[in-house]
């Protein structure tokens, strides 16, 4: 009984002080600005003329782990002036320069290179487009939202051992994260899984509907379906962290300078593929880089394979169905003749024939 | 010296030579009913022996190799579906069951290497000692299209016996020649899913080695219908994978069945463990291989004389030399 009371009085201590120390007090750590004195409250927000409801609620602690945890507010909402601040119309801009200095660099941080090369790929918005192209076209928040921008968990290399080397001089804190953020990114190409760069690409390029008002090409319209089908879209199917999503091969290490393939700066163009298939087949040749990634069998592109693929199908149906047959004929003719379907002991033509 | 007995033989033999001959006369045995294996004892491990240790080794190699083979490349393939992320969990991801499907299909390739060695080493051996048989190989023949006849009138019930087959019938004999068809196909196809970039390559390098009116016809076909390299891979992709969904089928559903499954063979045969055969099963299917076997195994002819005696099968007239006065 005393050792159970002195249990019990022992577990709440433990349990009130861990609850004590997880629970974060250091949520406000760029905002310097004390936004969050009105953005903490979850259910701040408004009702447009829409009608449609528009939560304004900033999770602090969420923030604090993102990427711009040091990045304060007003760095990209830069259009707020005073306090309280008018209904904010403008988007974020990606371009903007914010207050802060990376390492061993004379100017402020900004995103303006890759989004100068965005903006000249395939998906960047252009003057000729067509009103429902530069619509349909994403911008740098489409595809990056922010919790995405969460920090990254590499589990597939033995970080710690290497991290506990930078610890000797580096604060802990920083070091962990800025060495899970470079190393991510020297490992693979994005920081997302392949699993999520496919399905992000297929959010758009999956609908039908869209693409039949963009006017796109048969091979674009099928893209998704035919690289699902291929092996480097099962591979990653199943979660193959080696095999090819779609920036691999169409981008290069910008990510973000994805061109058509008729381009001539386009990875995917004939003369650029062999530099692309290098990245993983190391034996790239001429005649390899002809064979087709989004192989798709067709009856008016590829009669002969359409065919095979008919006649191989037709076969297996006949071989079966066949044997089976033959199988199950024979069986009903050798237990006619007095076979018993028993554990053998010595014999198993127990039965009299039925002939 | 000539005996009744002989005489008795050569006119047996003649008479055997109709097709659905009840009698089958074996020399010092008497006649032989077809349908003796009604009566025989058997031991389920097996009484003759059939496989020898090299062929229950590849067999053993080959089935591990193939469920392994199957297992990580039907989910592979099937990636779509439900079940795949589990099976795939069960080898350690994709990228690992893609290494396990090499490293199976490595070993699968060494059974088969290790088969056509002694198939065709254990032949010669065979023709240097003028023992080779093609009767008792899995060289086809025309008679197995008239077994298979044959049986299934018997199935049907239009002949009263099954056929007397030699060692390998017409059924192990469609199997064995579809493995070795599936195993080259699997083993081409696979290999150039493998090295894409040295198949590329020779394929488009072999065409310079067909004769020069064969690529005047057809490069402009094949230039127009589908680059060359790229026709083989994708006939590759369809072959694998078709040529792979055929074969499992086949052994899980006919293979399986035929070898553990009916009756007489159920709950197991140990013939892949054993390499022996059950005595009932031989002489019902392998009939032909039971006379060799009588031939060449002492005991099993005794056996043979003592359960024809005792059902009443035996030499009707025990005739010898000294006899002979008395008997005419």
Known sequence: ?355 | MTTSSEAIAIKSKDTSIAEDDYFTYVDGLGNIPRDIYRHVESDPLGDLPRYSIHIVIQHFLVFTTFIVLAATGMTLHFSDLFWAPYVISLFGGADMARLIHRIAAAVMVFAAVYHLFTIIGGSLLKLLKGEFDYKRTQIPRIKDVHDLIHDIKYFLGFKDYRPKMDKFMYKQKLHYLAILWGNAVLIFAGSSLLFPEITARIYSEAVKFLPEILVKVFSETIANLWPLPAFFQDFARLMHVDEAIMALIVVAFWHLTNVHLVPGRFPLQWTFLTGRITREHQIEEHFLEYINNLDEIPEEKAYMRKLLEEKGFGLRVKVSVEDLPRVY
């Not at chain 1, 429902?132 to 911008?139: F, H, I, T």
């Not at chain 1, 800025?178 to 999520?196: D, F, G, I, N, V």
């Not at chain 1, 379906?225 to 290069?252: F, R």
């Open chain 1, 1 to 355: 009984m005393e050792a159970t009371k002195k249990y019990l009085t022992f577990s709440i201590y433990v349990a009130v002080v861990f609850i004590v120390l997880t629970s974060g007090f250091r949520a406000e750590a760029a905002d310097k600005e004390n936004c969050l004195m009105c953005h903490k409250y979850r259910f701040i927000g408004r009702i447009d003329k829409n009608g449609k409801r528009i939560n304004y609620n900033v999770d602090g602690h969420m923030y604090t782990k993102s990427v711009h945890r040091n990045v304060s507010c007003r760095d990209c909402h830069t259009n707020i002036k005073k306090l309280p601040h008018d209904p904010v119309t403008e988007e974020v801009n990606c371009a903007n320069q914010c207050h802060v200095k990376p390492p061993f660099a004379e100017e402020n941080f900004s995103h303006k290179k890759i989004i100068d090369s965005y903006n000249e790929s395939v998906h960047g918005v252009k003057s000729e487009d067509s009103p429902e192209l530069q619509k349909a076209k994403p911008y740098c928040k489409f595809c990056h939202l922010n919790p995405i921008y969460t920090r990254v968990d590499e589990k597939r290399i033995a970080y710690e051992e290497t991290l506990a080397r930078c610890q000797n001089c580096h604060q802990k804190n920083g070091v962990t994260q800025a060495y899970k953020h470079m190393t991510h990114r020297l490992r693979h190409k994005t920081s997302r899984s392949p699993q999520e760069i496919v399905s992000l690409c297929s959010k758009c390029h999956q609908d039908v509907d869209l693409m039949k008002t963009l006017k796109v090409s048969d091979v674009s319209m099928t893209a998704v379906e035919t690289y699902n089908h291929s092996i480097h879209g099962k591979a990653v199917a199943l979660g193959s962290q080696e095999a090819a999503d779609c920036i691999s091969c169409h981008a290069s290490n910008t990510l973000h300078d994805i061109y058509k393939k008729d381009h001539a700066t386009a990875t995917v163009n004939k003369d650029n593929l062999k530099t692309t298939c290098k990245q993983c087949h190391k034996n790239t040749n001429d005649r390899f880089i002809e064979i087709a990634v989004h192989s798709r069998i067709d009856r008016n592109e590829k009669p002969a394979l359409f065919f095979a693929s008919f006649g191989l199908k037709l076969a297996l149906f006949a071989t079966v169905f066949g044997l089976l047959g033959l199988l199950s004929l024979e069986t009903y003719a050798r237990k006619k003749n007095g076979l018993k379907w028993q554990i053998r002991r010595g014999t198993t033509w127990r039965g009299e024939s039925k002939r």
